[in-house]
Protein backbone atom coordinates (compact mmCIF):
# COMPACT_ATOMS: atom_id res chain seq x y z
CA UNK A 1 0.00 0.00 0.00
CA UNK A 2 1.60 3.40 -0.82
CA UNK A 3 1.66 5.81 1.88
CA UNK A 4 -0.28 8.26 2.71
CA UNK A 5 0.27 11.67 2.58
CA UNK A 6 -1.33 15.52 3.56
CA UNK A 7 -0.45 17.81 0.64
CA UNK A 8 -1.22 21.62 1.31
CA UNK A 9 -0.67 23.47 -1.34
CA UNK A 10 -1.71 23.06 -5.48
CA UNK A 11 1.09 21.81 -7.43
CA UNK A 12 1.34 22.00 -11.44
CA UNK A 13 -0.17 19.03 -12.88
CA UNK A 14 2.72 16.66 -13.74
CA UNK A 15 4.16 17.52 -10.45
CA UNK A 16 1.05 16.21 -8.96
CA UNK A 17 0.91 12.98 -10.80
CA UNK A 18 4.32 11.88 -9.88
CA UNK A 19 3.35 12.69 -6.50
CA UNK A 20 0.02 10.58 -6.84
CA UNK A 21 2.22 7.49 -8.09
CA UNK A 22 4.20 7.60 -4.92
CA UNK A 23 1.51 8.17 -2.14
CA UNK A 24 -2.16 8.58 -1.72
CA UNK A 25 -2.79 12.05 -1.44
CA UNK A 26 -5.09 14.50 0.68
CA UNK A 27 -5.41 17.83 -0.52
CA UNK A 28 -6.32 20.14 1.72
CA UNK A 29 -6.47 24.41 1.44
CA UNK A 30 -4.18 24.69 4.45
CA UNK A 31 -3.12 22.69 8.18
CA UNK A 32 -6.10 24.97 10.01
CA UNK A 33 -7.73 23.41 12.97
CA UNK A 34 -10.87 23.66 10.77
CA UNK A 35 -9.06 21.92 7.97
CA UNK A 36 -7.74 18.77 10.65
CA UNK A 37 -10.69 18.13 12.17
CA UNK A 38 -12.68 17.81 8.58
CA UNK A 39 -9.63 15.36 7.67
CA UNK A 40 -9.41 13.91 11.01
CA UNK A 41 -8.62 9.89 9.37
CA UNK A 42 -6.04 11.16 6.86
CA UNK A 43 -4.37 13.08 9.07
CA UNK A 44 -3.96 10.90 11.48
CA UNK A 45 -2.80 8.06 8.75
CA UNK A 46 -0.20 10.37 6.54
CA UNK A 47 2.88 9.89 6.61
CA UNK A 48 4.22 12.52 4.61
CA UNK A 49 3.04 16.77 4.87
CA UNK A 50 3.73 18.76 1.97
CA UNK A 51 3.52 22.34 1.76
CA UNK A 52 4.32 26.10 3.03
CA UNK A 53 2.86 28.44 5.37
CA UNK A 54 1.10 27.61 8.52
CA UNK A 55 2.45 26.12 11.81
CA UNK A 56 3.97 23.02 12.37
CA UNK A 57 4.53 22.58 15.86
CA UNK A 58 3.86 19.69 19.09
CA UNK A 59 0.13 20.70 18.61
CA UNK A 60 -0.25 19.32 14.92
CA UNK A 61 2.21 16.44 15.30
CA UNK A 62 0.17 14.88 18.24
CA UNK A 63 -2.65 14.62 15.47
CA UNK A 64 -0.50 13.02 12.92
CA UNK A 65 0.62 10.01 14.89
CA UNK A 66 2.15 8.21 11.82
CA UNK A 67 3.85 11.77 10.68
CA UNK A 68 7.55 10.40 9.32
CA UNK A 69 8.70 13.86 7.13
CA UNK A 70 7.68 16.73 6.03
CA UNK A 71 8.66 18.43 2.93
CA UNK A 72 8.50 22.45 2.73
CA UNK A 73 8.45 24.31 -0.88
CA UNK A 74 10.78 27.49 0.94
CA UNK A 75 14.19 27.12 2.42
CA UNK A 76 13.21 28.83 5.25
CA UNK A 77 11.58 26.90 7.76
CA UNK A 78 10.80 29.24 10.91
CA UNK A 79 7.23 27.74 11.04
CA UNK A 80 8.60 24.47 11.83
CA UNK A 81 8.90 23.98 15.47
CA UNK A 82 12.40 21.54 14.59
CA UNK A 83 12.77 20.41 18.18
CA UNK A 84 9.57 19.08 18.42
CA UNK A 85 10.20 17.15 15.21
CA UNK A 86 13.51 16.18 16.30
CA UNK A 87 11.98 14.42 19.28
CA UNK A 88 9.19 12.55 17.17
CA UNK A 89 12.23 11.55 14.50
CA UNK A 90 10.47 13.60 12.05
CA UNK A 91 12.54 14.25 9.05
CA UNK A 92 12.74 18.04 7.58
CA UNK A 93 13.08 18.62 4.23
CA UNK A 94 13.19 21.90 2.17
CA UNK A 95 14.33 23.78 -1.11
CA UNK A 96 17.94 25.85 -0.61
CA UNK A 97 19.46 26.47 -3.73
CA UNK A 98 16.35 26.50 -6.39
CA UNK A 99 15.93 29.86 -5.09
CA UNK A 100 19.11 31.62 -4.54
CA UNK A 101 19.74 33.25 -7.61
CA UNK A 102 15.81 34.60 -8.16
CA UNK A 103 16.02 36.05 -4.39
CA UNK A 104 19.27 37.64 -5.24
CA UNK A 105 17.86 39.55 -7.80
CA UNK A 106 14.76 40.39 -5.74
CA UNK A 107 16.92 42.19 -3.48
CA UNK A 108 18.95 43.98 -6.31
CA UNK A 109 15.32 45.04 -7.79
CA UNK A 110 14.46 46.63 -4.12
CA UNK A 111 18.20 48.26 -3.99
CA UNK A 112 17.24 50.13 -7.50
CA UNK A 113 13.90 50.89 -7.07
CA UNK A 114 14.50 52.23 -3.54
CA UNK A 115 17.27 54.42 -4.49
CA UNK A 116 16.31 55.72 -8.06
CA UNK A 117 12.89 55.96 -6.56
CA UNK A 118 10.94 53.92 -9.18
CA UNK A 119 7.94 53.05 -8.07
CA UNK A 120 7.18 56.92 -6.26
CA UNK A 121 8.08 58.33 -10.02
CA UNK A 122 6.25 55.69 -12.07
CA UNK A 123 3.02 56.95 -9.58
CA UNK A 124 3.83 60.40 -10.64
CA UNK A 125 3.85 59.89 -14.17
CA UNK A 126 1.16 58.04 -14.51
CA UNK A 127 -0.73 60.72 -12.25
CA UNK A 128 -0.29 63.05 -14.69
CA UNK A 129 2.23 65.06 -12.65
CA UNK A 130 5.21 65.48 -15.28
CA UNK A 131 4.46 68.67 -16.80
CA UNK A 132 8.34 70.23 -16.91
CA UNK A 133 11.84 68.69 -16.92
CA UNK A 134 12.26 67.06 -13.80
CA UNK A 135 14.70 69.04 -10.89
CA UNK A 136 16.42 68.08 -7.86
CA UNK A 137 13.44 66.94 -6.04
CA UNK A 138 13.01 64.16 -8.39
CA UNK A 139 16.97 63.13 -8.20
CA UNK A 140 17.60 59.67 -5.98
CA UNK A 141 20.70 58.01 -5.10
CA UNK A 142 23.59 56.24 -7.05
CA UNK A 143 24.28 52.70 -6.16
CA UNK A 144 27.39 51.67 -8.05
CA UNK A 145 30.96 52.49 -5.93
CA UNK A 146 28.72 52.46 -2.81
CA UNK A 147 28.96 50.41 0.00
CA UNK A 148 26.67 47.19 0.33
CA UNK A 149 26.33 46.14 4.01
CA UNK A 150 24.71 42.26 4.09
CA UNK A 151 23.17 40.69 7.11
CA UNK A 152 23.61 36.55 6.73
CA UNK A 153 25.72 35.89 3.97
CA UNK A 154 24.54 32.94 3.13
CA UNK A 155 23.70 30.95 -0.25
CA UNK A 156 21.93 34.40 -1.06
CA UNK A 157 24.13 36.96 0.57
CA UNK A 158 26.60 35.67 -1.74
CA UNK A 159 24.56 35.56 -4.52
CA UNK A 160 23.43 39.29 -3.86
CA UNK A 161 27.37 39.88 -3.33
CA UNK A 162 28.16 38.65 -6.62
CA UNK A 163 25.57 41.39 -8.25
CA UNK A 164 26.92 44.02 -6.46
CA UNK A 165 30.15 43.30 -6.94
CA UNK A 166 30.75 42.39 -10.54
CA UNK A 167 27.35 44.41 -11.87
CA UNK A 168 27.40 47.85 -9.79
CA UNK A 169 31.09 48.03 -8.65
CA UNK A 170 30.07 48.06 -4.91
CA UNK A 171 31.94 47.67 -1.92
CA UNK A 172 30.94 44.87 0.37
CA UNK A 173 30.41 44.30 4.11
CA UNK A 174 28.93 41.44 5.74
CA UNK A 175 27.99 40.25 9.54
CA UNK A 176 27.38 36.58 9.34
CA UNK A 177 28.42 33.89 12.39
CA UNK A 178 31.15 32.39 10.91
CA UNK A 179 33.96 33.68 8.09
CA UNK A 180 33.10 33.42 4.27
CA UNK A 181 35.95 33.06 2.53
CA UNK A 182 34.39 32.75 -0.92
CA UNK A 183 32.54 36.14 -0.52
CA UNK A 184 36.19 37.63 0.77
CA UNK A 185 38.50 36.14 -2.21
CA UNK A 186 35.97 36.14 -5.18
CA UNK A 187 33.71 39.52 -4.45
CA UNK A 188 36.11 41.48 -1.35
CA UNK A 189 33.72 41.26 0.68
CA UNK A 190 34.73 42.38 4.63
CA UNK A 191 33.56 40.71 7.46
CA UNK A 192 32.59 42.77 10.03
CA UNK A 193 30.51 43.46 13.56
CA UNK A 194 27.09 44.57 13.36
CA UNK A 195 27.37 48.03 14.73
CA UNK A 196 30.57 48.50 11.85
CA UNK A 197 28.35 47.07 9.34
CA UNK A 198 25.12 49.83 9.90
CA UNK A 199 27.87 52.61 10.71
CA UNK A 200 29.32 52.20 7.45
CA UNK A 201 27.17 50.86 4.71
CA UNK A 202 24.40 53.13 2.17
CA UNK A 203 22.75 49.66 1.68
CA UNK A 204 22.03 47.47 4.44
CA UNK A 205 20.15 44.37 3.13
CA UNK A 206 18.93 41.54 5.33
CA UNK A 207 18.75 37.66 4.20
CA UNK A 208 19.20 35.85 7.71
CA UNK A 209 16.55 33.54 8.64
CA UNK A 210 14.38 34.26 11.43
CA UNK A 211 15.63 32.63 15.02
CA UNK A 212 15.31 33.33 18.43
CA UNK A 213 18.74 35.22 17.90
CA UNK A 214 17.96 37.44 14.90
CA UNK A 215 14.17 38.07 15.83
CA UNK A 216 14.53 42.06 16.27
CA UNK A 217 17.59 41.67 15.51
CA UNK A 218 17.23 45.31 14.22
CA UNK A 219 15.72 48.08 16.24
CA UNK A 220 15.43 51.28 17.07
CA UNK A 221 19.10 51.56 18.70
CA UNK A 222 20.85 49.55 15.39
CA UNK A 223 18.71 51.88 12.99
CA UNK A 224 20.08 54.99 14.83
CA UNK A 225 23.09 53.99 14.07
CA UNK A 226 23.13 54.07 10.45
CA UNK A 227 23.35 57.30 8.05
CA UNK A 228 20.50 58.84 7.79
CA UNK A 229 21.02 58.56 3.71
CA UNK A 230 21.04 55.03 4.42
CA UNK A 231 18.63 52.44 2.18
CA UNK A 232 17.30 49.10 4.31
CA UNK A 233 16.21 46.42 2.36
CA UNK A 234 14.63 43.43 4.06
CA UNK A 235 13.97 39.68 1.98
CA UNK A 236 14.74 37.52 4.76
CA UNK A 237 11.79 37.10 7.24
CA UNK A 238 9.98 40.28 8.64
CA UNK A 239 10.52 40.06 12.17
CA UNK A 240 14.44 40.36 11.70
CA UNK A 241 13.36 44.27 11.98
CA UNK A 242 11.08 46.02 14.35
CA UNK A 243 8.96 47.04 12.22
CA UNK A 244 7.03 49.77 14.41
CA UNK A 245 11.10 51.09 15.14
CA UNK A 246 11.46 50.88 11.27
CA UNK A 247 8.16 53.23 10.77
CA UNK A 248 9.18 55.50 13.75
CA UNK A 249 12.84 55.74 11.87
CA UNK A 250 11.56 56.07 7.79
CA UNK A 251 9.32 59.08 9.59
CA UNK A 252 11.48 61.01 11.17
CA UNK A 253 14.86 60.81 8.99
CA UNK A 254 16.86 58.28 11.14
CA UNK A 255 17.26 56.57 7.66
CA UNK A 256 16.25 57.43 4.54
CA UNK A 257 14.44 54.62 2.86
CA UNK A 258 13.53 51.24 2.97
CA UNK A 259 12.40 48.25 0.19
CA UNK A 260 10.39 45.39 2.01
CA UNK A 261 9.45 42.38 0.83
CA UNK A 262 8.84 40.29 4.10
CA UNK A 263 6.94 42.29 7.14
CA UNK A 264 6.21 41.19 10.86
CA UNK A 265 2.68 39.82 9.83
CA UNK A 266 1.79 38.92 6.75
CA UNK A 267 0.05 39.58 4.51
CA UNK A 268 0.74 43.32 5.93
CA UNK A 269 -2.67 44.59 7.08
CA UNK A 270 -3.95 47.61 4.71
CA UNK A 271 -4.10 50.27 7.37
CA UNK A 272 -0.42 49.11 8.60
CA UNK A 273 1.26 52.72 9.06
CA UNK A 274 4.62 51.67 6.82
CA UNK A 275 2.34 51.13 4.24
CA UNK A 276 1.79 54.93 4.16
CA UNK A 277 5.08 56.19 4.47
CA UNK A 278 6.21 57.32 1.07
CA UNK A 279 10.03 56.16 1.46
CA UNK A 280 9.12 52.86 1.89
CA UNK A 281 8.69 49.97 -1.22
CA UNK A 282 7.01 47.41 0.09
CA UNK A 283 6.48 43.72 -2.20
CA UNK A 284 4.16 41.09 -1.29
CA UNK A 285 7.01 38.52 -0.41
CA UNK A 286 7.85 37.58 -3.79
CA UNK A 287 11.44 36.85 -3.03
CA UNK A 288 11.30 33.85 -5.18
CA UNK A 289 8.00 34.20 -6.93
CA UNK A 290 8.92 33.54 -10.52
CA UNK A 291 7.54 30.81 -12.82
CA UNK A 292 10.83 28.94 -13.35
CA UNK A 293 11.82 29.08 -9.68
CA UNK A 294 8.42 28.30 -7.92
CA UNK A 295 8.38 25.16 -10.69
CA UNK A 296 11.77 24.14 -9.03
CA UNK A 297 11.00 24.66 -5.78
CA UNK A 298 7.89 22.83 -5.97
CA UNK A 299 9.65 19.85 -7.99
CA UNK A 300 12.31 19.75 -5.02
CA UNK A 301 9.76 19.53 -2.85
CA UNK A 302 8.16 16.38 -4.02
CA UNK A 303 11.38 14.55 -4.83
CA UNK A 304 12.51 15.48 -1.36
CA UNK A 305 9.53 13.84 0.21
CA UNK A 306 9.87 10.86 -1.90
CA UNK A 307 13.32 10.49 -0.93
CA UNK A 308 12.61 11.21 3.01
CA UNK A 309 9.53 8.68 2.79
CA UNK A 310 12.01 5.94 0.62
CA UNK A 311 15.01 6.52 3.41
CA UNK A 312 17.44 8.02 0.87
CA UNK A 313 17.66 11.34 1.84
CA UNK A 314 20.91 12.86 0.50
CA UNK A 315 20.47 16.45 0.36
CA UNK A 316 18.17 19.19 1.49
CA UNK A 317 17.37 18.17 4.97
CA UNK A 318 17.16 20.85 7.65
CA UNK A 319 17.75 17.45 10.39
CA UNK A 320 19.53 14.61 8.91
CA UNK A 321 20.86 13.52 12.17
CA UNK A 322 17.73 11.92 13.39
CA UNK A 323 17.90 9.05 10.70
CA UNK A 324 19.13 5.53 11.38
N1 LIG B 1 11.75 36.93 0.68
C1 LIG B 1 11.70 35.70 0.22
O1 LIG B 1 10.85 35.36 -0.61
C2 LIG B 1 12.70 34.70 0.67
C3 LIG B 1 13.29 34.82 1.91
N2 LIG B 1 14.23 33.90 2.31
C4 LIG B 1 14.83 34.05 3.63
O2 LIG B 1 16.25 34.11 3.46
C5 LIG B 1 16.85 33.31 4.46
C6 LIG B 1 18.25 32.92 4.06
O3 LIG B 1 18.25 31.96 3.03
P1 LIG B 1 19.64 31.29 2.57
O4 LIG B 1 20.62 32.34 2.19
O5 LIG B 1 19.31 30.23 1.59
O6 LIG B 1 20.08 30.64 3.96
P2 LIG B 1 21.55 30.29 4.46
O7 LIG B 1 21.34 29.34 5.59
O8 LIG B 1 22.41 29.87 3.33
O9 LIG B 1 22.11 31.67 5.02
C7 LIG B 1 21.72 32.22 6.23
C8 LIG B 1 22.81 33.18 6.69
O10 LIG B 1 22.36 33.80 7.89
C9 LIG B 1 23.41 33.81 8.81
N3 LIG B 1 22.93 33.82 10.19
C10 LIG B 1 22.04 32.99 10.79
N4 LIG B 1 21.86 33.33 12.07
C11 LIG B 1 22.65 34.41 12.29
C12 LIG B 1 22.90 35.23 13.41
N5 LIG B 1 22.31 35.00 14.59
N6 LIG B 1 23.77 36.26 13.27
C13 LIG B 1 24.39 36.50 12.09
N7 LIG B 1 24.19 35.75 10.98
C14 LIG B 1 23.33 34.72 11.09
C15 LIG B 1 24.17 32.54 8.53
O11 LIG B 1 25.45 32.70 9.10
P3 LIG B 1 26.61 31.59 8.96
O12 LIG B 1 26.92 31.51 7.52
O13 LIG B 1 27.70 32.18 9.72
O14 LIG B 1 26.04 30.32 9.50
C16 LIG B 1 24.14 32.51 7.01
O15 LIG B 1 25.19 33.26 6.49
C17 LIG B 1 15.84 32.17 4.64
O16 LIG B 1 15.99 31.51 5.88
C18 LIG B 1 14.53 32.89 4.53
O17 LIG B 1 14.12 33.37 5.80
C19 LIG B 1 14.59 32.87 1.51
C20 LIG B 1 14.01 32.71 0.28
C21 LIG B 1 13.00 33.60 -0.24
O1 LIG C 1 10.41 32.97 1.93
C1 LIG C 1 10.58 32.03 1.21
C2 LIG C 1 11.40 30.91 1.51
O2 LIG C 1 11.61 30.08 0.60
O3 LIG C 1 11.86 30.80 2.65
Known amino acids: MKPAVILYK ?3 DDLRTKLDAHFTVTEVNDISAETIQQHKAQFEQAQGLLGS ?3 VNGDLLAKMPALRACSTVSVGYDN ?9 KVLL ?26 TELDKWVKAGEWQASIGPDHFGIDVHHKTLGILGMGRIGLALAQRAHFGFGMNILYNARRQHEEAETRFGARACDLETLLKESDFV ?5 LTEQ ?9 LKLMKPSAILINAGRGPVVDEQAL ?5 DGTIHVAGLDVFEVEPVPADAEILTLPNVVAL ?6 THETRYGMARDAVDNLIAALNGNVEKNCVNPQIQG
Request: with cysteine; net charge positive; hydrophobic share 45%.
Open 93 to 118: MHTPTVLTETVADTMMALVLSTARRV
Open 10 to 12: SLP
Open 214 to 222: THHMIGAAQ
Open 53 to 55: GGK
Open 80 to 88: FDVEALNQR
Open 247 to 251: TAALK
Open 205 to 209: CISLP
Open 284 to 289: PHIGSA
